[in-house]
């Protein structure tokens, strides 16, 4: 009896469906039975808080999925196996998802992945093209579901969220022209309301990528202002340290390239991260590209500092919480290497 044996990665979009029965049904037309290989990977690891959350819903949609090809094979002969990856590493981008499905696929004997045109693994923006090039690369066998997706207008929909966002926008412009006006004033007061008002209007739906917890986010807030003292100290200690260097007759200058796989996800954690590296003097962000970010120190203590993590750790402090930020340095666990420099 010919066996079809196929591997679906699943993300909770509106596809996601459409894409199963589109994987049972193909299976079905060319062979007396499938084994169906429902998979979630999960890109976060343990170390963040709402990975358990994260599991938890990987779970669901996985029951959720087997339910799916349970009705749509109806009497042929199926079989469903499920299952999540990643959980014991930590997966980047593209590459690292093609390798894992790979690696999956050839312990599993798969003939056939199945690809959700909408798939997005935790991501905030589909990432199918260059997921495709990544599989054609390993040599993994792959058949993007051809589903109707359906048109977007959330944009356009006044809700909850999209008042967090007005909210949000108006305060933070409200405050940043203060800052830069006379807070005592009642003319840089009602001015100051009325911009705000503007851009809160005319950006709040650009603003922010991901939605906003009512919870989380101001208490991300309360934390990015503890954050900013440790900042400024260690742009302090940066600037002391180069200056010593410069000063000296001999300038032990040793420029490298550093890659630095960092423990904070894309998005507004990373470019934070990579903001607060290249404002410390002495170290540069030359690229950030999902977690893995491209570093140029100046001097040996920079790239030592940049090693310990201490800005990581800051900035997992930031968007995660305390118990995040006590994690073993990029060093410790083996996450940056020079790549270019004098010292190779």
Request: aromatic content about 8%.
């Amino acid at each position: 009896m010919a066996v079809e044996r196929l591997l679906v990665p699943l993300s909770d979009t509106v596809t996601v469906r459409q894409t199963v029965g589109y994987a049972v049904r193909s299976g079905l037309d060319g062979a007396d039975a499938i084994e169906c290989h429902l998979v979630v990977a999960l890109p976060y690891d343990a170390d963040v808080p709402e990975s358990a959350r994260y599991r938890e819903e990987a779970a669901e949609l996985l029951s959720r999925a087997r339910n799916w090809v349970e009705e749509d094979a109806g009497d042929a002969d199926v079989i469903v196996e499920t299952t999540t990856l990643g959980e014991a590493e930590y997966l980047f981008g593209p590459r690292d998802y093609a390798e894992i499905f790979g690696v999956y696929a050839d312990e599993k004997g798969i003939d056939r992945l199945v690809i959700d045109p909408e798939y997005q693994p935790g991501v905030t923006a589909q990432m199918l093209q260059p997921l495709e090039r990544e599989l054609e690369r390993v040599g993994l066998s792959y058949d993007e579901a051809p589903v109707e997706r359906p048109a977007r207008h959330g944009r356009l929909v006044g809700d909850g969220e999209s008042f967090d966002r007005l909210f949000a926008t108006f305060w933070i412009s409200y405050g940043f022209y203060l800052v830069l006006g006379d807070p005592t004033y009642w003319f840089d007061l009602v001015t100051g309301a009325a911009v705000a008002a503007i851009v809160a209007v005319s950006l709040a739906q650009v603003t922010f990528s991901v939605p906003l917890d009512r919870v989380q986010s101001p208490l991300r807030t309360v934390r990015f202002v503890c954050y900013v003292p440790y900042l400024l100290w260690e742009i302090v200690k940066a600037n002391i340290a180069v200056s010593a260097v410069i000063l000296r007759p001999s300038m032990p200058i040793e420029p490298t390239l550093t890659r630095v796989n960092s423990r904070v996800r894309s998005g507004l954690p990373l470019t934070a991260l990579a903001n607060s590296i290249t404002l410390t003097p002495g170290t540069l962000t030359v690229r950030a590209s999902n977690q893995e970010l491209l570093v140029h120190t100046l001097i040996p203590a920079a790239r030592e500092d940049l090693f310990d993590g201490g800005l990581e750790r800051g900035i997992r402090f930031v968007f995660y919480g305390r118990e995040s930020a006590d994690i073993p340095s990029p060093e410790e666990r083996d996450d940056a290497e020079i790549v270019g420099g004098e010292e190779l």
